[in-house]
């Protein structure tokens, strides 16, 4: 899954987006919040789950991302599910909506992290799986384990 890089704190993962998709490519991009949604994001209160990415006028944006409100804060919360602007590079953008009109792919978000003091986002180029696919990964999974309980009562 993802790898923790030096320097780098992770918030969330995205396990769901694991099991329903083949992720094809992975990018970072950095993520427009406010204040009170950063400290919201410190205390762990947010999940990706059944989160996806949109295009809208050149610009990518997250749909689905649900950021608890801040408890301390008061009128300055925001609406948990709202829309938040994914910040990239207009070339990568512009390659990623054009990947994404392929069939089947999607663009999914898969962690989020602190990289320093920004939080930034891991979004994949994603595959649908169908159903035969989800359960040989399942199969896969489960043969691991027995191998590696097999192991471990061996020694």
Not at 24 to 47: H, M, P
Not at 92 to 101: A, C, V
Not at 126 to 132: D, I, N, R, V
Request: charged share 35%; glycine share 8%; hydrophobic share 35%.
């Amino acid at each position: 899954m993802a790898v923790q890089k030096q320097g780098t704190k992770q918030i969330t993962a995205n396990k769901k987006a694991w099991h329903d998709y083949f992720i094809e490519d992975r990018y970072e991009c950095g993520i427009e919040l406010f204040g009170t949604e950063v400290k919201s994001i410190r205390q762990g209160t947010v999940s990706l789950k059944d989160s996806y990415c949109i295009f809208r006028d050149g610009e990518i944006f997250i749909k689905g991302m649900h950021i608890s409100p801040y408890e301390k804060g008061n009128i300055f919360n925001k609406d948990p599910l709202r829309e938040r602007k994914l910040l990239m590079h207009r070339r990568e953008i512009m390659n990623l909506f054009g990947k994404t009109k392929q069939d089947g792919y999607a663009l999914v978000p898969l962690s989020l992290y602190f990289k320093r003091s920004r939080v930034k986002v891991e979004i994949g180029l994603a595959k649908g799986k169908k159903l035969h696919d989800k359960r040989d990964s399942i199969a896969k999974r489960d043969a691991a384990r027995e191998m590696d309980r097999a192991l471990k009562s061996r020694r």
